[in-house]
């Protein structure tokens, strides 16, 4: 089994920045693919970015391409999401989640485990 705590989300003015950060413990995380998912508020859950266990493969949802960034550092069982020049519709629950394969997906249903999700709230 595979638990994963998010961190990070917070209030932030349009235009700011925050770096979220997903703690997994369990599994061999190393060996994993580790997304970052979200839901606004009355929206289904979106694929925002998602990176291969030897960073070679990283994907991101076209409205976070060049905003956002996901990295890894698997020392730390830890994925990250920075996120830059946020906008109003950024503001949602942010998930991390782990797919148990080397090979990244945009699909939710490709992921077996997830976070509770941390709220990120952005003014407009």
């Known amino acids: 089994q595979v638990q994963l705590v998010e961190s990070g989300g917070e209030f932030v003015q349009a235009g700011g920045s925050l770096r979220l950060s997903c703690v997994a413990s369990g599994g061999t995380i190393s060996a994993y693919t580790l997304g970052w998912f979200r839901q606004a508020p009355g929206k289904e859950r979106e694929f925002v970015a998602a990176?291969?266990?030897?960073?070679?493969?990283?994907f991101y949802a076209d409205s976070m391409k060049g905003r956002f960034t996901i990295s890894r550092d698997n020392s730390k069982r830890t994925v990250y999401l920075q996120m830059n020049g946020l906008k109003f519709e950024d503001m949602g629950v942010y998930y991390c989640?782990?797919?148990?394969?080397?090979?990244?997906?945009?699909?939710?249903?490709?992921?077996?485990?997830w976070g509770q999700g941390t709220q990120v709230t952005v003014s407009s």
């Open positions: 990176i291969s266990r030897n960073n070679l493969a990283i």
């Open positions: 989640a782990v797919r148990r394969s080397p090979y990244p997906s945009r699909s939710e249903s490709d992921y077996e485990y």
